[in-house]
C-alpha cells in the first residue's frame, strides 16, 4: 500500500506528509503507463520503492530541487555555463523510465504489450 509510513519505513524523506498523497498517485499512475495497470495495495519490495523514487522526482522537480544552475547574475554580473541542449539534462520522462526499468522486472515491463 502506498502510504506515508511505509515511505518512511523504507528510507525515503524527501516529500512532506502533507503533500505524500499526490505525488504518490501520480508516481502509480505514471508507473501503470510503462508496466500496465497492477494492483497498488500489493505493491512490495523493488516495485514499492521504484513507485517512491517516482514520487520523490516529481516532488523534486516541482520545487526545483537538485536542478544545475546554467546561468546566473548579481549587479550586473552575469556568467552562463551552457544551454540546455549543451548540457547533458534528461527530461522527466528519461529519468522516470530509468527508475521503472531499475525497479520493475522484465515481464512487468512488457506486460500487455
Known sequence: MLDFNEYKKSGYSLIPKAE???YAAKARLTACKYV???DGDNLSGDNLRGIFEVA???YSDDKQINKPVL???NNGY???YGIPSQ???QT???RVWE???VYFTREQLYKGV
Open 99 to 101: 527508475i521503472i526499468r
Open 87 to 89: 548540457v547533458n539534462i
Open 20 to 22: 505524500f498523497e499526490r
Open 78 to 80: 552575469s556568467e552562463t
Open 92 to 94: 522527466a520522462d528519461e
Open 56 to 58: 520523490e522526482l516529481f
Open 36 to 38: 500496465g495497470d497492477f
Open 71 to 73: 546561468s546566473f547574475q
